[in-house]
């Protein structure tokens, strides 16, 4: 809950009374255009959706968050010792998400700014955003953007009107997935010279994941289908019917707007949309082997190796990774962005050791001590521990994109920054130059671009057509530069009269051989360094030395 009844979202069921000026109508739109067009879906079948105050007289609940008593979330695991050293290992569990500590959940952030409950226009003017209406000298000229703090709904939804409104979705359920396991464990040797293995499978399948952007309220659904065939046509200025009655200095108050912001849904407003809708989809899939000795006559050893591919049509929860993020071109839907994620590692091989070096009391290796020379060869040489982790695993795959323009002018965008996607060139060429990173790092001798710049081109506006954009959200066939690193830590123990009083050495060392990995390449089109690695991923070598005594 929210102690002040700050929290706002929308209501997608609510219809306006709202009509177009008596001066507009439809055949203004045409004369404007030169041709016969489709009416929009609103004409006919009204305007629905507006701003909900929550602690309002029309909306007097406290919290976003609904009760969710069918929840049910089964899980059933079988253990089978099929040979005396073989066993069988399936499980199954139906697993809700925690909505604990969810961002999603904290809606005040959007609608408390400057004052008690102050909001922001969140877009430009009518001018397509040339002149801001705010400005550090003078942030709320004529109190545009303002709005005071009011349980009044009708009062707060016309001082917003013309904006994009942002809020958290009234639906918000955390998601829950499948996931299923099955292995094999076999283990080989006995007492100290066993060694374990193991192969398995791990699937998880979330369904009803909260999307950062929802399906965008304003959008019609399969826009590119019902009007992609106007062409330019939706990016031509027409007549505003709303022209009069829309607050002045928003992004839907000019007297002319793009054709293709009268097809959206609700053209009262600039964009609509809503945090934390259960859309998302994801499908992980893995394979993995492992062999295991536990530590024994000096050593042991830990190698595994995962084989995996995460499909998935969500991005980032928190829209902190840059591309993450996905939205469907122009109402195509959730089937339009679903691919393989962008934080995927495809092969991953990890080796954990530990090992004591053969020398001193004990050991293979200068064990004497029975002079006051091997004593001293002991103490500087017996009881040295080598330990260490090796990890090597495939790049991420890479998604290729440009600037938002056509569909956004359109009105049929989901966000301006990453809602529309670039086009393979026509005809084809091969995006993958099949270089290393090193070869693609900038300033490298022989270099060549790790991707063909020439294999992809923006999106055009014919008379006949708005394209859309045809590459993935991630390429599943290119992938950023490997990564490879050694960690490495050397220990010994010097004993100060009792086992259970000695001084510890320890050398440590992250990236032992000082190996550059290469980052991966820029990917935004409209980049002076498109297709260039510019940057490392990881860090450079770092070592570090310590003493410690335990007394």
Known sequence: TERFDRQSYWDRNYTWGMKPDTTWSWSQVEQAIGKTLPQPIWMTNGIHGRVAVMGSQQYPMRTLQQLHADHFGPRIGVAYQVLPRTVVRASYGM???????????????????????????????GDGGLTYP??????????????????????????????????????????????????IQREFGSGPNSWVTEIAYSGTMGRGLPTWLGVG????????????????????????????????????????????QLYELNPLWSQITTTGDPLGTSNYN?????????????????????????????GG????????????????????????????????????YSFELPFGKGKRLLNDTSST????????????????????????????YGPSTLWWIAGQANNSGRSERIRLADPRVDYNNKVSGHQSLLGAPNFVPYLNVNAFRLAQATPDLLEIGDVPEGFSDLMSPGFSQWDLSLMKNFYLGKESRYLQLRFEAQNLLNHMNCGGPTTDITSSSFGIITGQNG????????AKLYF
């Open 373 to 400: 020379g091997g004593q001293v060869l002991n103490h500087l040489a017996g009881g040295w521990v080598v330990a260490g982790t090796t990890t090597l695993r495939s790049g991420t795959y890479l998604n290729v």
């Open 317 to 352: 929860i928190d829209h902190s990774t840059s591309g993450s993020a996905r939205y469907g071109q122009a109402g195509l839907g959730r089937k339009d962005v679903y691919s393989v994620s962008l934080s995927d590692y495809r092969h991953k091989a990890v080796f954990n």
């Open 95 to 125: 697993i809700w998400l925690t909505t604990t500590g969810n961002w999603f959940l904290g809606s005040a952030r959007w609608n408390v700014g400057y004052g008690d409950s102050a909001r922001l226009a969140q877009s430009g003017t």
């Open 217 to 260: 309220e304003h959008i019609l659904p399969d826009a590119y289908h019902k009007i992609g065939n106007l062409g330019a046509s939706l990016l031509q200025n027409v007549p505003n019917p709303f022209y009069n009655q829309l607050p002045a200095g928003t992004a839907r108050s000019g007297k002319m707007i793009p054709l293709g």
């Open 539 to 546: 860090s450079s070598r770092q070592a570090m030395i310590a």
């Open 286 to 314: 893995s394979g993995y082997i492992k062999v295991e000795h536990r530590f024994a006559r000096g050593f042991g050893v830990l190698a595994n190796y995962t084989l995996s591919k995460l499909m998935e049509d969500t």
């Open 134 to 183: 705010l400005t550090f000298s003078n942030p709320m000229p004529g109190g545009a953007g303002y709005v005071p703090l009011s349980l009044d709904v009708d009062r707060i939804n016309r001082a917003v009107l013309g904006n994009w409104w942002l809020s958290e979705t009234a639906d918000f359920s955390s998601g829950y997935e499948h996931s299923v396991q099955l292995s």
